[in-house]
């Protein structure tokens, strides 16, 4: 049995859920006009394939049965004008229904990705990549399928149905009601197909979202995979989830199997039982021979909507099970927000960072600080040290407000950071992160992120001070040198650098950085790195979360955490003195040099 996990989705209960089509209308309400024409052009194209089985049946009794060839002509014209104003009306009625969608489906994939990127990071720690992907992807899809496909099939298909039952009573009510004979068995035979597809549909999607969760997590972390020598233990996995999905497919296959043969042989019957009693109707005199064709052609109409509302059917439940997802998504609430009336910062800022008994927890019930206290004056270096769990990382998070604190308060130049915009309050708190996310770009758009407001002479003197321009004008096209997804094609150490450059590009008063990154790095690198560092502190508040305490030989003042607590404040010098935590943490790292 495989240890390899997954959060499934919750399957949709409803196979129609008026309230998620109400909301659904919401993003197609701006299109109103267009849809107005299309469902003009459905009644008239609807219309107009009623018209070629009756003609037919004129035909035989009139001109036919006359033998008078010059009568066919009329019958004839009117033939093809109803075949073209079906086909016009179809095609029209199509091409808005597809462009429409296509709007709408924009629309709902804009909207969801705006609200995703406004959600705090603890929706992402509960939310893998993956399934958000299968959100904007599959789901909204799946959500287009049923707005250019099902929809029209469902209103097309019905009003043609409703249509021609009516031109079959109207005509004539005892061939009608002989070819209804089996309707009930149709019915039966429907309701028996929703059911099965409905379970099948089910599991299908539950078996995707597997498949796209696993294929995230393998593809992200390939280099582990191919370190450990463990491809072929990935590929027995995704074998087994894809054929879990295949058998949850052939699930929905088979009941389609059924359906569709069962409905035509149920058409077959009707016909059979049409031309029997039929016949002896028209042998009775109470209808014609052309009636009789008639009759046979609608009832074979009759039976291809049926046929093509089921496939709908099958669009709709994936519909509403792809629009509750995404209205969950759009209906989770960030978890940090803003104050409906915002304080200002004063300007300009200075950089005085302050923490008041600051209690937090990722889980409320399992606290990482516990009344962490202390005040940085705008300007000082400050590090922050400690063992792994102390929640020295956690101080990065709550500082640029990715995350919002049970207890206490976080002040930045004596203003709750809490009753700051977070957009304002990021313009003035940067954050170099340990592992330095690059994206698919230039070397200049990485480091100004596409902000024009910062000029190419910015990004290089951003560079130089970075100490990241010698290795750019190495690159064939220096500043201009493409960077691959996630900065595949720099090392660690380079996109180390970048970070630094766009940290500086956009200057920002408080600057948090973590250091682990140069962990992976080699020695010139690390010393480019260092320098590096040391620039950026300068004039401004910065915090280094210090994994190795040879990172922070030029900071003002080094703040102690363990076990959530802060237990020991000072230099470096004061806080080796007092022989504590710190000189304890110290000797285990550089245990000659304190020997000596």
């Known amino acids: 049995m495989s240890d390899t996990h997954f959060e499934d989705d919750e399957i949709l209960g409803k196979a129609y859920d008026g309230h998620l089509m109400r909301r659904l209308l919401v993003f197609v309400k701006p299109y109103w006009r267009q849809l107005s024409v299309a469902m003009i052009l459905l009644v008239f194209g609807a219309l107009a394939e009623v018209a070629p089985p009756y003609l037919i049946s004129v035909a035989i009794d009139g001109p036919i049965a006359d033998g008078n060839v010059a009568g066919m002509w009329p019958i004839f014209g009117m033939y093809l004008l109803a075949l073209f104003i079906a086909f016009g009306c179809r095609y029209g009625q199509t091409y808005i229904m597809q462009t429409v969608g296509q709007q709408v489906m924009v629309d709902i994939r804009?909207?969801?990705?705006?609200?995703?990127?406004?959600?705090?990071?603890?929706?992402?720690?509960?939310?893998?990549?993956?399934?958000?992907?299968?959100?904007?992807?599959?789901?909204?899809?799946?959500?287009?399928?049923?707005?250019?496909?099902?929809?029209?099939?469902?209103?097309?298909?019905?009003?043609?149905?409703?249509?021609?039952?009516?031109?079959m009573l109207l005509i004539n009510w005892r061939l009608a009601l002989i070819s209804f004979i089996v309707l009930p068995f149709v019915v039966l035979a429907t309701i028996f197909f929703q059911r099965a597809v409905r379970a099948a549909f089910r599991l299908v999607r539950q078996r995707l979202a597997r498949i796209n969760?696993?294929?995230?997590?393998?593809?992200?972390?390939?280099?582990?995979?191919?370190?450990?020598?463990?491809?072929?233990?990935?590929?027995?996995r995704f074998d087994e989830l894809s054929s879990e999905y295949q058998s949850?497919?052939?699930?929905?296959?088979?009941a389609f199997a059924i359906f569709f043969p069962a409905i035509g042989f149920l058409?077959?019957?009707?016909?059979?039982?049409?031309?029997?009693?039929?016949?002896?109707?028209?042998?009775?005199?109470?209808?014609?021979?052309?009636?009789l064709v008639a009759f046979i052609q609608?009832?074979?109409?009759?039976?291809?909507?049926?046929?093509?509302?089921?496939?709908?059917?099958?669009?709709l439940q994936s519909a509403m099970a792809s629009a509750e997802r995404i209205f969950r998504v759009l209906d989770t609430e960030a978890t940090v927000n803003d104050q409906s009336e915002p304080r200002a910062l004063s300007?300009?800022?200075?950089?005085?960072?302050?923490?008041?008994?600051?209690?937090?927890?990722?889980?409320?019930?399992?606290?990482?600080?516990?009344?962490?206290?202390?005040?940085?004056?705008?300007?000082?270096?400050v590090a922050v040290v400690g063992a792994t769990g102390a929640g020295k990382t956690s101080l990065i998070g709550l500082l640029a407000r990715f995350y919002d604190i049970q207890e206490g308060s976080i002040t930045l130049d004596g203003v709750d950071i809490r009753d700051v915009r977070q957009a304002e309050l990021r313009r003035h708190v940067s954050a170099v992160p340990q592992d330095p996310v690059c994206f698919s770009g230039t070397i200049a758009s990485n480091i100004r992120l596409h902000d024009e407001s910062i000029s190419d002479?910015?990004?290089?003197?951003?560079?130089?001070?970075?100490?990241?321009?010698?290795?750019?004008?190495?690159?064939?096209?220096?500043?201009?040198?493409?960077?691959r997804e996630r900065g595949a094609n720099l090392s660690v150490g380079q996109r180390q650098l970048l970070a630094f450059a766009r940290s500086i590009a956009f200057n920002p008063e408080v600057l948090l950085i973590l250091d682990e990154a140069t962990s992976s790095v080699d020695t010139e690198t690390e010393a480019l790195i260092q320098t590096a560092l040391e620039r950026l502190l300068h004039g401004r508040t910065s915090i280094v979360i210090a994994h190795r305490l040879s990172t922070i030989r030029h900071v003002d003042r080094i703040i102690v955490l363990h076990k959530g607590e802060l237990v020991e404040d000072g230099t470096h010098a004061e806080l080796l003195a007092k022989r504590g935590y710190y000189y304890r943490l110290y000797a285990l790292q550089f245990a000659e040099q304190v020997g000596a």
């Open 248 to 254: 949850a497919q052939f699930r929905s296959l088979i």
């Open 457 to 483: 002479e910015q990004v290089r003197h951003a560079a130089e001070i970075a100490n990241a321009a010698p290795f750019i004008k190495r690159l064939p096209d220096g500043y201009d040198a493409e960077v």
């Open 110 to 167: 804009v909207r969801l990705f705006s609200h995703i990127q406004r959600m705090s990071l603890a929706f992402f720690d509960k939310n893998p990549v993956g399934r958000l992907i299968t959100r904007l992807t599959n789901d909204v899809t799946a959500l287009n399928d049923f707005l250019t496909l099902g929809l029209v099939a469902l209103l097309g298909d019905g009003s043609r149905m409703i249509f021609i039952i009516i031109a």
């Open 347 to 381: 300007q300009p800022v200075r950089g005085d960072i302050e923490f008041k008994n600051v209690v937090f927890g990722y889980y409320p019930d399992e606290p990482v600080l516990r009344g962490v206290s202390f005040f940085i004056p705008a300007g000082q270096a």
């Open 298 to 315: 609608y009832t074979d109409l009759v039976f291809q909507p049926i046929r093509q509302l089921a496939d709908s059917y099958n669009l």
């Open 267 to 291: 058409s077959i019957i009707a016909i059979a039982l049409l031309l029997n009693l039929g016949g002896q109707v028209v042998l009775g005199g109470i209808a014609t021979i052309g009636l």
């Open 213 to 236: 969760a696993f294929l995230n997590e393998q593809i992200t972390g390939i280099q582990v995979t191919q370190l450990f020598n463990r491809e072929e233990q990935s590929r027995f």
